[in-house]
């Protein structure tokens, strides 16, 4: 069980309720077709969300990801487009063969950063979507535009913008959830320039140089990896 943490570091979206900005109406949607495609695994699904950095990518495609197997993060394989090869690709359209898992009706493949698998890789996931029988899905993210996949590539997918939330957005979500004063939200907010990751680290910057302990409106989960060291402009 993970402990529960009030650090803005530490903040993982556990719900749409956690997300600010257009990505939590984009999650709402998707997480409704999730519910449904699960109680009723009649077609597979394809979905590559697409926008800058810090907005609620990944977050959205792993909670679709859990609502889709019902929590079993056994049916779920996570990959950085980086690490995909052919070869992975390869070992992805053999498990096609057998139908369903032990565990549940959907099996999920998830990879961040699609477009920085392989050109051979992108190739053979062509087939391997072609491919995708019921009860399969591909969740994928990336910080570039579409243009910058092939064109095979993307029409294979539901692709989705996610936006960056507006200024004013961040900001009342960072005095709803840590109680800090109006201006100090808007200060960080501004300078997060709509990358949520970053106005939250800039927010733990902040609250460590000597605040008083922040007081949650609600209970966070905590899972402490951050991939991104960057300077406070508070
Ligand atoms: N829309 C959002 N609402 C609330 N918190 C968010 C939102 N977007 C990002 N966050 C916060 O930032 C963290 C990182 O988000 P996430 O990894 O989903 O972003 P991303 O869009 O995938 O970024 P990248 O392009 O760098 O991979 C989340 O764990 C959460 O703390
Ligand atoms: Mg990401």
């Given at each position: 069980m993970k402990s529960v943490s009030t650090e803005p570091m530490g903040f993982r979206p556990q719900g749409t309720d956690d997300l600010v900005g257009q990505p939590a109406r984009v999650a709402e949607a998707l997480l409704r077709k999730a519910r449904r495609l699960r109680q009723s695994p009649t077609s597979n699904l394809r979905v590559l969300l697409y926008g800058p950095p810090g907005v609620g990518k990944t977050t959205?495609?792993?909670?679709?990801?859990?609502?889709?197997?019902?929590?079993?993060?056994?049916?779920?394989?996570?990959?950085?487009?980086k690490m995909v090869c052919a070869e992975t690709?390869?070992?992805?359209?053999?498990s096609l063969a057998h139908a369903g898992n032990l565990f549940g009706d959907w099996s999920v493949v998830l990879v961040n950063e699609v477009d920085r698998a392989s050109r051979d890789?992108?190739?053979l996931l062509l087939s391997y979507l072609d491919k995708m029988p019921a009860g399969r899905a591909f969740l994928a993210?990336?910080?570039?535009?579409?243009?910058?996949?092939?064109?095979?590539?993307?029409?294979?997918?539901?692709?989705?913008?996610?936006?960056?939330?507006?200024?004013?957005?961040?900001?009342?979500?960072?005095?709803?959830?840590?109680?800090?004063?109006?201006?100090?939200?808007?200060?960080i907010a501004v300078g997060s320039g709509g990358n949520v990751r970053a106005a939250l680290l800039d927010l733990q910057?902040?609250?460590?140089?000597?605040?008083?302990?922040?007081?949650?409106a609600k209970n966070h989960n905590r899972n402490g990896d951050r991939r991104h060291a960057r300077r406070s402009r508070v």
């Open positions: 959205i495609a792993e909670l679709v990801a859990r609502e889709l197997t019902d929590g079993q993060s056994i049916c779920v394989e996570e990959a950085n487009g690709v390869r070992l992805w359209m053999a890789a992108q190739d993210t990336s910080n570039l535009d579409l243009s910058a996949l092939t064109d095979r590539f993307q029409s294979r997918f539901q692709a989705i913008r996610l936006e960056a939330p507006t200024t004013d957005e961040i900001a009342g979500f960072l005095r709803d959830r840590w109680r800090i004063a109006a201006d100090v939200a808007a200060r910057t902040f609250l460590d140089a000597g605040e008083p302990a922040p007081k949650p």
